[in-house]
């Protein structure tokens, strides 16, 4: 059994930052890429950024230059820096990852449970 669990999630300030983390754990032969999400009531779920496991990033334009994703693949671990935040920033962030639990097996998506992020004065 494969989870991810997000964490860093929380309230802050315009102008502030947050650091998200997402811990793959469970049966992992191989990780591939992993990204963020965020979605807000009544909008559909987007993606924010992507990390392959060779480290390649991709962001959407609305947080490039302000957020950088990055992985620790020796801990399973994807991160998701954020600076500069605004209140258009506010969502649910949720972590994605591609993975193969075991050898023989189909790499498939998975998904956290997301974590929310308010940014409010």
């Known amino acids: 059994q494969v989870q991810l669990v997000e964490s860093g999630g929380g309230l802050v300030q315009p102008g502030g930052s947050l650091r998200l983390s997402c811990a793959a754990s469970?049966?992992?032969?191989?990780?591939?890429?992993m990204a963020w999400y965020r979605q807000t009531p009544g909008k559909q779920r987007e993606l924010v950024a992507t990390i392959t496991s060779a480290g390649s990033t991709n962001y959407a334009d609305s947080v490039k230059g302000r957020f950088t994703i990055s992985r620790d693949n020796a801990k399973n671990t994807a991160f998701l820096q954020m600076n500069s935040l605004t209140p258009e920033d506010t969502a649910v962030y949720y972590c994605?990852?591609?993975?193969?639990?075991?050898?023989?097996?189909?790499?498939?998506?998975?998904w956290g449970q997301g974590t929310q992020v308010t940014v409010s004065s």
């Open positions: 994605n990852a591609v993975i193969k639990p075991k050898s023989y097996a189909m790499a498939t998506d998975y």
């Open positions: 469970g049966s992992i032969f191989n990780i591939f890429a």
